[in-house]
């Protein structure tokens, strides 16, 4: 059973099938802060790190944000990009950014046929595992367990990073209209992080969230009705910005 069609299932028809060993970790990325455009310290540009690294509730162990504001937090802990969005970026502005560049801690490789975690096949609210999953002990209390609560947002960081190489303007507004920026998680469980572990989908309490839809909704000119955008603001783990998008856009009789 592929990710896309348990989309379109609720989580009791296919409770059994979970958990499921959907993905491998391919690289694990942390950053230090350090000078950055317009007077700013940032630590967006993230490097591949060769050794297992803490995970607790304010992310991985060695990895820095330098504007404390608007990135890291509790909800914000981890980041994880498809390897696609580079692909879609270089494709369209005749680039060769390299992963790694705009920030992401997490990637991963698809396996046993299924399609790759992106804004398609990923939900609010799922919960993944980050290495092994005993089906004796029903779960390895080292392996780190992230849900994920929110898209990221592309700032203008964005733009400035790859600006140091290009003079492409405003790639940040391209990325948000193709809502292809990735998504940020919360730490469900510490654990300790390395490439190469197995990624397993543990939890899906919301198979109609998908990021894409999210962007989709929250990007509309349009109104909808109650009924479209209710079911969004009762989900337990949206982070709450989103949710008050989401209710402006609620059609007023």
Known sequence: MSIQSFSQK???????????????????????????????????????IKAPVTV?????????????????????AVHQLPIATYDKINAEFGLKVRIGTLGENLTTEAVNGLPEMDESTVCI?????????????????????????????????????IGQFTKVPNIAAWVTKQGIAGWYFQVVRDGMIDADLPVYLIERPYPFATLEALWQLSNSKEKFDADVIEPWLAIEYLEDSWKTVLAKKIQKD
Do not use: W
């Open 125 to 161: 609210g799922d919960v993944y595992q980050y290495g092994q999953y005993d089906q004796d002990k029903k779960d390895s209390e080292e392996s780190v367990q992230l849900r994920i609560v929110q898209p990221r947002r592309p700032c203008y960081k964005i733009n400035d990073q």
């Open 10 to 48: 609720h989580i009791a028809d296919f409770n059994q099938d979970l958990p499921l060993h959907i993905a491998n970790l391919t690289c694990v990325r942390t950053g230090k802060a350090m000078p950055f455009a317009r007077e700013a310290m940032s630590a967006i540009d993230k490097a591949p």
């Open 56 to 76: 607790n509730f304010m992310g991985l162990s060695t990895d820095e944000q330098a504007d404390r504001r608007h990135h890291g937090g509790p909800l914000k």
